[in-house]
């Protein structure tokens, strides 16, 4: 039953109070029924436009229109009258101006900006043109060991003990010439002797045998091979030869002055790699005693992305940055480039051999390795004239009178600030070099990028 119907109902009996709340509900719900029809054709009538809460210079008559920048639903602005309605619009007009009297876009697609707006968003011309490419190649490097100066100390001769270890930790420096372990050996004094005696009679050949001194020159020689098996340097055979002529044969018969071991001298300024000795170990002829590595070059081991891959090549200068030391250029030549892919980071990896005469290139240090490749001439654009949409580049070919038709081109190789236009322009093409960006929104308001299909 109705509220009216139970109102009516209601015999003179009842409540005052209960009897005029059931007059107001009937009121109520008679007001209720008759307000939607007149109120929605009131509303609708004062709606001005419809327009986006984020970007208010867009306007449609459209309902369920969306905001062609954000995607937003559109809300409706309603009318004013009298002074309102003056002072409204000023604001409005002032607050944000409207895009479709400075832009319009017809049904091929052209964009019309009038000189005045292309003033205002600051818009640059150039000509389309060929210049001279270069390819630039990037790539993360890393600085490693140069393995082609690692040397393996062991004594070839002879087994042994080592009676002092100077070099007795991984690390640790040193120079040429400096002892890195003295060892005893067996076998060394009696090569002494040897030599001694080869030398002593070299040296007394002119006088005492001068048809012979050939044959005791090539015995000398002999025993200098030997002598070297055991790594000695040319300072320490030198004093050796010098002790031949100071000594007598009695000394010489029972060893007196001579030493049973001897120092094992650092070929080169570096430092120890590997260590496998201990002081008082015993050794076997040929062990690995330890592992040195030369400071004098690194290598800088570069990760070529695929893509950059055909174009790297033995023997092109590449210059090496790094990011810990920003004032530090170093130049080198790429000496090595694998033939295999990196399966995990799908890189390639090239090798730079660079001097590091100052010891400051450490095995470990990140690098950046740039270069550049020549590329020949082609037509060219500069970098802020496309606007990139994902799988496609625009350009706006500027047709004169503010007419700006936006262009799918293709491109090729970037060089610094200009992009190669493989395909879309033609050599003398006029377009839009700033401000494209902008141009560009502006035109999907206005619906032009329709006609190129689905846009991000």
Avoid at 208 to 223: C, F, I, R
């Amino acid at each position: 039953m109705s509220i009216l119907q139970q109102f009516q109902n209601i015999n003179g009996n009842a409540p005052l109070s209960r009897r005029r709340a059931l007059l107001g509900l009937s009121l109520l719900a008679l007001t209720a029924c008759s307000r939607p029809a007149s109120q929605t054709q009131s509303s609708v009538g004062n709606i001005a436009y419809y327009t986006c809460t984020m970007h208010p210079f867009v306007r449609s008559q459209d309902p369920d229109g969306k905001c062609p920048i954000c995607g937003m639903s559109l809300v409706p602005v309603m009318k004013t009258s009298g002074s309102d309605s003056g002072a409204t619009n000023a604001a409005a007009a002032t607050a944000a101006p409207v895009v479709a009297a400075t832009t319009s876009v017809d049904s091929n697609g052209i964009v019309t900006i009038t000189p005045e707006r292309m003033q205002q968003i600051g818009a640059t011309t150039e000509v389309v043109t060929k210049r001279s490419l270069t390819r630039m190649l990037h790539a993360p490097a890393r600085a490693e060991i140069d393995e082609s100066t690692l040397r393996d100390i062991n004594v070839k001769a002879g087994a042994g003990y080592i009676t002092k270890l100077y070099a007795n930790y991984i690390g640790m420096t040193f120079r040429k010439g400096e002892p890195l372990m003295t060892v005893l050996c067996e076998g060394w004094l009696q090569s002494q002797i040897d030599y001694i005696k080869a030398y002593r009679g070299w040296v007394a050949s002119p006088r005492m045998e001068p048809n012979n001194s050939t044959a005791l020159g090539n015995q000398l020689e002999l025993m200098r091979a030997r002598i070297r098996v055991w790594d000695l340097s040319e300072d320490q055979i030198h004093d050796l030869e010098k002790f031949a002529l100071s000594t007598n044969e009695i000394d010489l018969r029972t060893g007196h002055g001579l030493s049973g071991s001897f120092d094992v001298q650092a070929p080169f300024d570096g430092y120890v790699h590997t260590k496998n000795a201990v002081e008082g170990m015993r050794f076997e002829p040929g062990q690995s005693l330890l592992v040195l590595a030369a400071h004098s070059s690194v290598w800088i081991v570069a990760q070529f992305s695929e893509d950059q891959a055909p174009y790297v090549n033995v023997g092109q200068k590449m210059t090496v940055t790094f990011p810990s030391m920003p004032q530090q250029k170093v130049t080198g030549e790429i000496s090595f480039i694998d033939p295999h892919v990196d399966e995990q980071q799908r890189r390639i990896q090239a090798r730079i051999v660079v001097k590091d005469d100052n010891h400051m290139f450490h095995p470990g240090l990140f690098a950046d390795v740039s270069g550049e490749l020549p590329a020949g001439e082609s037509l060219t654009v500069s970098t802020g004239a496309i606007v990139p949409t994902g799988s496609k580049f625009i350009v706006f070919v500027d047709h004169g009178n503010g007419k700006l038709e936006p262009r799918q081109i293709e491109v090729g190789v970037h060089s610094g600030d200009y992009e190669e236009v493989v395909s879309g322009l033609s050599e003398g093409d006029r377009v839009v070099s700033s401000a494209s960006f902008l141009i560009d929104a502006e035109s999907r308001i206005q619906g032009v990028l329709k006609t190129w299909g689905d846009r991000p």
